[in-house]
T-cell receptor, first 114, second 114 residues
């Protein structure tokens, strides 16, 4: 069974631009969560989608948004990029989105904002 | 407020020695507790999880963790460390009804010396 895939793996953007990251969950998984990982803040929860609906949202500004498609693939978008948005963005999928089921993480997308 | 504290930023152990990584949490509801490992350039892999029942849980790669409610701790242990265990370790907490909105500690970096 293929794991969680994230594209692209590396991205360099300029301040003020916007970016879209993609996540393909494991086949059959309906929940997709996104996390931002930085050396200073560690792993912070961005949002979770389940069956195309945002179910949970972390404490991030509205510049961070996401969506999920009917095939469970998910995208996250960051508008008006700031230097502080440089981070590893991790996507995780699970069967039904409850803590009872393991989250499987993708390798991440490394975003650098210059 | 929910939080997870990993007091040790970096630990160095000799191969074959025992290991204990500390994790303390603050969570209003009954917590679900997790330990994840992250190797360089990779996503997170679940080592073990605690939901209820026996407070000593066994995980993959020979790891175990003990839940102590009175101390709000969930420390990770391994009796004999292997060089391949060198990685970043994260403790996380979630709860029933919150989906996959997990709170992660800032991580402990493990170095294994021969």
């Amino acid at each position: 069974k293929a794991g969680v895939t994230q594209t692209p793996r590396y991205l360099i953007k300029t301040r003020g631009q916007q970016v879209t990251l993609s996540c393909s969950p494991i086949s059959g998984h309906r929940s997709v969560s996104w996390y931002q990982q930085t050396p200073g803040q560690g792993l912070q929860f961005l949002f979770e989608y389940f069956s195309e609906t945002q179910r949970n949202k972390g404490n991030f500004p509205g510049r961070f948004s996401g969506r999920q498609f009917s095939n469970s693939r998910s995208e996250m978008n960051v508008s008006t990029l700031e230097l502080g948005d440089s981070a590893l963005y991790l996507c995780a999928s699970s069967l039904d989105g409850t803590a009872a089921y393991e989250q499987y993480f993708g390798p991440g997308t490394r975003l650098t904002v210059t | 407020a929910q939080s997870v504290t990993q007091p040790d930023i970096h630990i160095t152990v000799s191969e074959g020695a025992s290991l204990e990584l500390r994790c303390n949490y603050s969570y209003g509801a009954t917590p679900y507790l997790f330990w994840y490992v992250q190797s360089p350039g990779q996503g997170l892999q679940l080592l073990l999880k605690y939901f209820s029942g026996d407070t000593l849980v066994q995980g993959i790669k020979g790891f175990e963790a003990e839940f102590k409610r009175s101390q709000s701790s969930f420390n990770l242990r391994k009796p004999s460390v292997h060089w391949s265990d060198a990685a970043e370790y994260f403790c996380a907490v979630g709860a029933l009804g919150t989906g996959n909105q997990f709170y992660f500690g800032t991580g402990t970096s493990l170095t294994v010396i021969p």
